[in-house]
């Protein structure tokens, strides 16, 4: 059984918090942001410019105003500009801490103004920010979110707000941008409710008349918000630079929108005071949705950080006089040195401190301190988590392991896994002992159960099918059968040191050996072929080519083979943080979209969803929906002899193989070929980055009893809970397929062959469905991934 020892860090989450204050009164120093490092805060937020900055652009605003509600006509009259910064304009200069410094863009300009003259002063003052932010050497920058209406249009603004953020995204190479986000539009405040904002001057001529309901009066979108955020970053063409700040609303939406914001690239989660309760004691406290939501987002591969938003100022700090005391003192006559540079009790100290006098104490950061206190009761990271740690969200190219041989670490990472080989030995188990309760002749002249494990690579079947026979207490001929050269050698080595000379170790490749040699120099029949040659896709790495190949050497009247059958299923997905992993891929390798990945799938959201089976009391918005995965086709083994025959007959271009295959060669691997069209309904609105592909395996079904695998997320937990050999495959579409809310979307998948290779062809479509007709809405290309096909 795998059983890792991870150092703590690797077992649970790491919170990075920091403050944010939406009116900060002091300039963030080298000093103020040493003294919130001191009181446990990991980094701090900055406004770029000052408030006489907004004052200057302000009056600046209201000179104009006043000078073209006089005679001169306003097309004669320039538009106002600001000139550049100056000293008073900005406390941010370039140091050494400015990495620790988070800068928000001001809050009174609305970018989308439809009013010319506010959108253009709101977007010099934002070039302005962005661009002495970047040469300041500050990496992250948030900017204000687009208010969902100006006047009373819904969404109007947004192509003119994603055109500004793609522009600012050349400001400069290192600038990371995030997008401040409410969860919901319910939650949404506009930003004329800043004090001072541009928007409250913009003229009723450019103001759309009332002609549609308010904002107030229609029915509350749900997905509205991350809509406004989908045009942003499509616009913006995925950049890696661009993100999201989630501003958290005191009571969450429901699970569907949570998942979808989980799916996206969270760089901040954003917790105002008003996200937060009282407990009994008056202490600030989180409701049980919102610790579920931080534990999950927390898991991500690239976790967000937390920002508390207007939760008090640091600390220790006089306004009027910038004096900073220590968080172990905070009487007011320290100096500001003394206290900023003060440093942590000893141990000796700590444990000097008697338990009454630090309850005494009134904690002066309560709500960080509650956030620390849900860091150190996360939950530890689950088996999967933990072995996966570093392969979340990362696109790898399936295996060849007909034409490539593995290296030995390939081989040791599968060969950790917790479930899979306890299965698979009690599947052969349960074989060797339904074979001698059926008294079931053996293939063996001396009455052994023959036993070939086929691709056996460094072993491990081996052993189990060598344990699974000391346990049934069923005599055994054990093969191993392996063409790679290098497993060979290893292989002969477990046989002397390990298995006691009981296995006869075969190089071979599968399809060309001819079976147990026998003493009078024929072949004779296997009774159990065991072989893991499972992909993440069931088929995808050829185990119906492999296994067909090697039946000729299955005892033809009660041969099982382990497994005896698989399954492949999949569902649509959105995977934004792949499809932006694909496009910058792309300018390197053309073929990036018509490849299938083996991915440990994280960040993502389903599109169609099924409720859950639950006994638990437990709300319904602590429980993720569960994906709508189908299946997609079949394959068991053995399969009937007369579809040997017929492949036989094909192979090598005979007179009885027909005219050929399909797809070219002699059609010898036509039987193998499968085609699959499934029906998805989608509720909510969304956008499809590619198909998620699993599979389920019956390794062994009789009168003992049935042993299944699952890597399908529906029936894993029931099936071979915290397997760890295989992720999940994704199928990228080159263009993502935007869904409106309840329709319809369907995948047709194809797996092709031409006797050398074979290779996957997927297409999706979208159709929205009424009581009389079904329309068309939209169709992705065909992709094919016949270039990167599996070779026979």
Known sequence: ??????????????????????????????????QAQDFNYDMLSTPITTSQFHSNVLTLLSNYMAHIEGSVPEEEIPMPLIPPLTSLDTNLTPNETISQLIAFTSPWIDLASPDPVIASLSKQVFNLEIAYAAFCGIGNVIIQGLALNHGVTPGSGISQYARVIQEALGAGPYLHLQILMQMREDSISSSADTMGSLSQFARQQYLEKA???????????????????????SVCKYSSRLSIALLLPKQLPPMPLQSRWFSEPLKELIFPETSFLKNAKGYPVLSKSHQALISRYMRLRNSPWLLLSDVGQIPGVDEQTKIFSSPRDNSPGLNASRGSMSSSPTPAEAAQQDAGSRRRIKDPTPHLSYMRHLQANQPPKSAIERFGAGYQDYLQAPLQPLTDNLESITYEVFEKDPVKYDWYEMAICNALNDWMALGRSTSSSTGAVVIAVVGAGRGPLVTRALRAAEKSGVLVDVYAVEKNPNAYVLLQRHNHEDWNMAVTVIKSDMRFWKGPLQPDGSHGRVDILVSELLGSFADNELSPECLDGVQHVLNPLHGISIPSSYTAHMTPIAAPRLHADCLGRSFSDPTVFETPYVVMLHALDFLSTIQPHSDSSAKQELIPLLPDVKTAWAFSH????????????????????????????????????????????????????????????????????????????????SKSKDMISWFPIFFPLKTPVYIPDNSELEISMWRQTDDRKVWYEWLVEVFMVDAHRRIRLGVSDIHSSKKNGCLM
């Not at 890792?4 to 300039?27: D, V, W």
């Not at 904002?215 to 809509?227: G, I, M, V, Y």
């Open 211 to 233: 002609s549609h309901a308010s904002a107030t009066e229609r029915e509350a979108d749900l997905f509205s918000t991350w809509d406004t955020w989908n045009v942003i970053r």
């Open 1 to 34: 059984m795998y059983s890792p020892t991870p150092s703590s860090a690797e077992i649970m989450p790491i919170f990075y918090i920091g403050q944010h204050e939406t009116n900060r009164s002091l300039p963030v120093s080298d000093q103020l942001l040493r």
């Open 638 to 717: 053995p399969i009937p002899p007369g579809i040997i025959l017929q492949s036989n007959l094909r192979r090598g271009g005979g007179v009885n193989g027909g005219g050929g295959g399909n797809m070219g060669g002699d059609g010898a691997n036509e039987h193998n070929v499968r085609y699959s069209r499934l029906n998805f309904h989608c509720p909510n609105r969304g956008v499809c980055h590619g198909i998620a592909g699993y599979f389920e395996t019956v390794l062994y079904r009789g009168p003992s009893g049935t042993v299944e695998l699952s890597t399908n997320p529906v029936t894993m937990e």
